[in-house]
Every structure is written in structure tokens, then in C-alpha cells.
């Protein structure tokens, strides 16, 4: 057997792009590479501007819009107005974005399964108290 016959397969579908918008670094770092993880394409934004500049500019098909509440209500207007298929999930607190983040992963991240979006929410905490020091 030749080295060409060992390859991967490679899937010819793009994977869904999930944009992020959540102000807190440390949180928005975590919740990306969960989604990455889990096979998604994530563009992040900190602010609800940005996150309007990247719908509006984006030409990737933009799947689901994951936002913190507070800043999320007034993009959800706008996704609603001028891009009503993309789904729109909005959480009020870290952990609760972490579960939003888990309910978009069917089987979770590659690496345990079934996952446990606690696990998540526990790395979520960790990282901020971190930052705090």
C-alpha cells in the first residue's frame, strides 16, 4: 500500500459558521475553541458594531448567531429584519453560552464523548478567575 492510499478521508462540505459576539475575552477565547472543536468555523466579535460589520460583510453562509443578551437584542432585531434563516441564540450569563455553545454540538467536541456542557462551564470560570489574579 502506497502513502496515497492511507490518506483521510477529506469532507468536500464546508463546515457551518457560527458567529460569536461576547465582550469578555477570556469567555468568548473559550466558547470559540469549544465550537472549533466541535467543527464549526467561528468568527468572533466583542461588540454588537462589529458583529453587524460581519453580517453585512461576510460572504460566508453564517449558520447561527451566538450572543450575550444584553448586547444581543439589538443584532437579533437586525438578524431577524435582513437574515431571518440564521439561527439566533442569545445567553444572559458565561454559562449559560457555555450550554448554548454544548447544544450546538451534536456529539460534542472530538476529543470525550458524550460531552457534559458543565465541563465547559467549569473551564469558562477557571479561565476568568485567572484573568482576575
Known amino acids: 500500500m502506497n502513502s496515497a ?3 483521510p478521508a477529506v469532507s468536500a462540505r464546508a463546515p457551518d459558521t457560527v458567529l460569536l459576539l461576547e465582550e469578555d475575552v477570556v469567555v468568548r477565547a473559550f466558547i470559540a475553541e469549544y465550537l472549533r472543536s466541535c467543527g464549526y468555523r467561528v468568527l468572533e466579535t466583542r461588540s454588537t458594531e462589529e458583529a453587524l460589520s460581519v453580517l453585512q460583510e461576510s460572504s460566508l453562509p453564517i ?3 451566538l450572543s450575550g443578551a444584553e448586547s444581543g437584542f439589538r443584532l437579533a432585531g437586525w438578524v431577524k429584519a435582513h437574515r431571518p434563516k440564521i439561527k439566533i441564540i442569545l445567553a444572559a450569563t458565561a454559562e449559560r453560552a457555555a450550554r ?3 447544544g450546538l454540538c451534536d456529539s460534542g467536541p472530538h476529543r470525550k464523548r458524550p460531552y457534559d456542557p458543565q465541563l465547559l462551564v467549569q473551564q469558562i470560570r477557571a479561565g476568568l478567575a485567572k484573568g482576575l489574579d
Open 63 to 65: 449558520r447561527a448567531v
Open 100 to 102: 448554548a455553545a454544548a
Open 5 to 7: 492510499t492511507i490518506r
